[in-house]
């Protein structure tokens, strides 16, 4: 993994996960935003991933979300982009349009711009949702990762997005 343009951790966290899930037997899908597509490249880097990737799918608009990810309106509305109401929408919808065993959502403020009292720069909303799971069992979180500059964020968000994608240690192999 010597030659690539990604950082060295994302490129190494990107590799455990498709040892990980290959493993396991899982495919698995990414749903971004605020990433735009970084989890994906990380993911993409490693030979063989397409044994576990089945795909991914940047939804940077509130449209694209809507569009591809099938996030109702209400949720947008009453919750904003960056919630866990949405996140979990994306997450169930990579699952629906991908067709992979695990979904992992990535949503937030990377910078410099876009930040509230509220939601201030930094913050991201992560979800996860399994194929067969129960839709009212919501695997979410919320990160304030500081200003840390735009690349920074995203860099962050992108290696808890990877740590989500692990398997959990109890889940039996096939």
Not at 119 to 130: D, H, Q
């Amino acid at each position: 993994m010597s030659e690539s343009l990604l950082p060295a951790n994302l490129v190494e966290a990107a590799q455990r996960v498709i040892e990980a899930n290959r493993a396991k037997g899982r495919r698995i899908a990414v749903a971004e935003s605020c990433t735009g597509g970084l989890v994906a490249a990380a993911l993409t880097e490693v030979p063989g991933s397409s044994d576990v990737l089945e795909g991914s799918i940047v939804s940077y608009s509130n449209e694209a979300k809507q569009r591809l990810l099938h996030v109702s309106t209400d949720v947008l509305e009453t919750f904003g982009a960056v919630s866990i109401a949405t996140a979990w929408s994306m997450a169930q919808g990579a699952l629906e349009v991908t067709g992979a065993d695990v979904a992992v959502a990535i949503t937030g403020i990377a910078g410099p711009g876009g930040g509230s009292d509220k939601k201030p720069v930094g913050t991201v909303v992560f979800a996860r949702a399994e194929r067969g799971g129960d839709p009212a069992d919501v695997v979410a979180d919320k990160r304030a990762f500081g200003d840390l500059g735009r690349s920074g964020v995203r860099l962050q968000a992108a290696l808890c997005a990877l740590d989500l994608l692990m398997p959990p240690s109890d889940e039996p192999s096939p």
